[in-house]
């Protein structure tokens, strides 16, 4: 999971691990873009989250072309965030940052919601890592966030709870 937005009236992000069944150049016409497909950015599409699956978020490394301060939400230096339309259309055509990904859908928490969840241990915080978000295969990720902590996944249980 990418936290992008953690305050008290509650929390987004979007799960990195979970790859959408569609390519960036095959959402190309659904998303009523007019672009030819050799045109078109090759990025990854994965599920966000389950929340408004049917809106597309860029995650992406800021530069290339100028975008206004308004179309994006800027986590770090290396990571953006924006469901600008027209962002995504300039990205897209112009072949965009090296390192992006669509989005579709987000995880959202109500206020306190996270922070419980994270009390619980349904959650293992670990400070963001491009490399983790724009390098490391998809199927790896999870277990590359927790090799950060020095966590060996293999040594993990995994407990189900009960069925009432």
């Known amino acids: 999971m990418l936290l992008v937005d953690h305050r008290d009236e509650g929390s987004l992000g ?3 691990n979970r790859p ?3 390519s960036l150049r095959a959402m190309v016409g ?3 873009l007019e672009i030819p497909e050799d045109e078109v950015a090759d990025a990854p599409v994965l599920v966000g989250g389950p929340v408004a699956p049917n809106t597309g978020w860029l995650v992406f490394e800021p530069g290339g072309p100028q975008v206004s301060a308004g179309d994006i939400v800027r986590i770090s ?3 953006a965030v924006s469901a600008s339309r027209d962002l995504l259309e300039t990205l897209v055509r112009y072949k965009g940052p090296e390192r992006m990904a669509l989005m579709l859908g987000y995880s959202g928490w109500g206020p ?3 922070d419980a969840e994270i009390t619980q241990g349904s959650w293992i915080p670990i400070d ?3 490399s983790i978000v724009f ?3 998809v199927d790896e990720r999870w277990a590359a966030s927790l090799r ?3 966590i060996d996944p293999a040594r993990l249980s995994l407990v189900t709870p009960p069925s009432s």
């Open 128 to 130: 963001y890592d491009d």
């Open 112 to 114: 306190g919601q996270l």
């Open 77 to 79: 230096e290396k990571l």
């Open 20 to 22: 959408a069944d569609a």
């Open 14 to 16: 979007f799960i990195l």
């Open 135 to 137: 390098d490391t295969p």
């Open 148 to 150: 950060l902590l020095g």
């Open 30 to 32: 659904p998303l009523g």
